[in-house]
C-alpha cells in the first residue's frame, strides 16, 4: 500500500519537546516545530512528530548520526523552496531509500532503547540536544515523511518506511523513507536517519517488504542469530572512473572507460555469475558469467550499459539473487575531475 502522500517539509526549527519514559512509556516521540512562512496551528508553526520507540516486541530504534552528511541528496536540499514539497517515489530524484539509496552503512547504526538511566545510550541522549541546538540556531531542516492528512499541520513517518511486518506492513514501499536533515552554519548538513530495529534489512524491490530470510536491523548490528541472507560487503566496491578524460560515452571516445572496483574481501573463492551492478537511475551493468572472483581479488567492470553520472551518483552491487551486497554514492565535487578514480575503501 506505501505511504498515501510522500514529500519533504522544509522550515526553521523553532522549539523542540521530547515525551521521557514517564511521559508515555508506550508511544513517545519527539516533537520539532518549525516555521515554514505560512503559520500553523502550533503557536503559529507546524509539527514533526519523531518516533523514538517502537510499539513492537522489540521496542528498540536504530539510529545513524552524520554530523558532515554527504551525499548527492545534499547538492539538491539547499535549492528548495519552504514549506511542503511532493516527492515521486522513484531512484534517481530527491526521494529517499535507507537501502537503495546508499546513504549510509546499515550496521555502523546504533540500536538504541528510548530512555533510560545514563548518558549517550538512549535515543533522547543523541537526538534530542542536536535539535535543541538547531532550534537555538533556528536552522533550516528538512524533514522527510508523510503529511498529517487531511490537516497537513505537521509531518509524522520521519523514519525508514519499509520492511516492516504485521499490521505496519501495509506502509511499506521503496524509495519513500523519512529522515531529517539541518543546515549546518557553514553550509553542511547534519542527517539524522532514524529505523525500527524489527524492520528487515534486505526488502523487495517493488513493495519493500521483507525479502524471506531477511536479518531485522537489530540482528544485523548486533550478529545475533544465524544470517539466513549471506552476509553484506562480501565483495566491496573500492572505487570507480567516474569521468574519464575527454567525452565519454560517445562513439569518438578513446580513452579509458567508465569503471567499477570490486573487492573479494571474504576468505573464499566467489563467483559474479548472474551479479550486477545498478546505477543512481537503477541501469544495469551485468558481469560476465565465468568471473570468479579470488579472496583478496580485484575485478574491473567497465561500465558501458549503466553510465555513470558526473552530477553525482550511486552505485549498487547486487548478487544473483537481487539481493545488495555494497553500496555507495558519489558528490558532483568528486566526480569533477576528469581521470581521476574516486575512492571509498
Known sequence: MSLKEYGVWTGKAVRVSAETAA??????????????????????????????????????????I?????????????????????LENKA?????????????????????????????NDVLDLVFPLLKSAVQRQAVVHLFGEPYLPARQGIHDVHMNQGSAGKFSKYNG????????????????TSILIAFASQAAHTDESTGNALPGSNNLKQLITHSGEPVIADDLRVAIIGALVNPVGAE??????????????????????????????????????????????PGGIHT??????PLSN???LLTLLDNNGVKVDGVNYTRKQAQQEGYITLFR
Open 92 to 120: 534517481n530524484g530527491m526521494a529517499l531509500d535507507y537501502i537503495r539509496g546508499n546513504m549510509m552503512n546499515l550496521k555502523e547504526g546504533r540500536v538504541l532503547p528510548h530512555d533510560i538511566p545514563g548518558q549517550e
Open 301 to 306: 567492470v567497465e561500465m558501458n550499459k549503466a
Open 249 to 294: 560515452n560517445t562513439p569518438h571516445h578513446t580513452g579509458r572507460p567508465e569503471t567499477v572496483w570490486l573487492m573479494n574481501r571474504s576468505p573464499t573463492p566467489i563467483s559474479l555469475k548472474g551479479w550486477s551492478i545498478l546505477n543512481k537511475s537503477e541501469k544495469v551493468q551485468p558481469m560476465a558469467d565465468e568471473i570468479v572472483l579470488a
Open 174 to 189: 521503496v524509495w519513500q523513507d523519512g529522515g531529517l536533515f539541518i543546515e549546518n552554519s557553514d553550509g553542511s548538513y
Open 66 to 86: 552524520n554530523l558532515n552528511f554527504t551525499h548527492t541528496i545534499t547538492e539538491k536540499l539547499s535549492a528548495l523552496n519552504q514549506g511542503f514539497t511532493p
Open 311 to 313: 552530477k553525482g551518483g
Open 23 to 64: 511521559d508515555d512509556p508506550h508511544t513517545p516521540h519527539i516533537h520539532l516545530f518549525y516555521d515554514d512562512g505560512t503559520g500553523g496551528e502550533y503557536d503559529n508553526a507546524r509539527r514533526a512528530s519523531i518516533n523514538v520507540k517502537s510499539g513492537s516486541a522489540i521496542s528498540e530504534l536504530v539510529v545513524w
